[in-house]
């Protein structure tokens, strides 16, 4: 029985060092999909996103995910509202495939009852059958922390760390906390709020 124990403790503790050093956000909205990141210095090692692009002839999402061949799709910058855990900014450029030209960047924010969500904004040239048409917008959702699958953190790991075609390594530069405080702390900074006027009355 103690075997038993021991080797599904084993077990387990290879499970979760094999995910360990890489964190997931889901996002759920007009843009969808996965970013992966290192949780040690927040650098991006995957991307696999969907927008929704208005005003198109047609309904139109467009993939947005590391590629290098007949042009390309790449990140340009990443920055970060967090100290600690939380979701990178980044920017990406695409000409992937020859018959769109994009610039996308997102940003992530924290509510005060601990959620992620996120705006985004994209400009988009994209060949129809009249030719080019250009469209621009801007998007909104949710971002909630997944779970990064064994074999995921193994394929990264077997490619350092970052996922094929990721062209270069941005560790995000930290540009100040966009947190919403939480009510609790709110109703404590109106409470010492009060608190100093009536001190300052009894003083006058």
Do not use: C
């Not at 094999?18 to 991307?47: E, K, M, N, P, W």
């Not at 990140?75 to 939380?86: E, K, Q, S, V």
């Not at 077997?158 to 109703?187: H, K, W």
């Amino acid at each position: 029985m103690i075997k038993i124990i021991l080797a599904a403790a084993v077990g387990a503790l290879f499970s979760m060092d094999a995910t360990a050093g890489y964190v997931r956000y889901d996002l759920t909205g007009s843009v969808s999909g996965t970013v992966i990141q290192h949780d040690t210095d927040q650098t991006i090692a995957f991307y696999n996103l969907d927008v929704t692009i208005d005003g198109t002839p047609m309904p139109f999402r467009l993939n947005l995910s590391p590629q290098a061949s007949e042009g390309a799709t790449q990140l340009t910058y990443a920055t970060t509202h967090f100290i600690g855990n939380g979701p990178s900014n980044f920017g990406i450029y695409s000409d992937f495939g020859g018959d769109q030209f994009t610039t996308f960047s997102i940003a992530f924010k924290k509510d005060g009852w601990g959620e992620f969500y996120y705006e985004a904004d994209y400009s988009s040239s994209i060949y129809f059958s009249e030719g080019f048409e250009r469209f621009t917008g801007r998007r909104y959702g949710h971002a909630t922390v997944g779970t990064v699958s064994v074999e995921t953190a193994r394929t990264l790991d077997e490619l350092g760390g970052y996922y094929d075609n990721l062209n270069t390594r941005f560790v995000p530069t930290y540009i100040g906390p966009s947190e919403i405080p939480e009510p609790g702390s709110l109703a404590l900074l109106a409470a010492g709020v009060v608190g100093l006027f009536s001190i300052r009355r009894r003083q006058a």
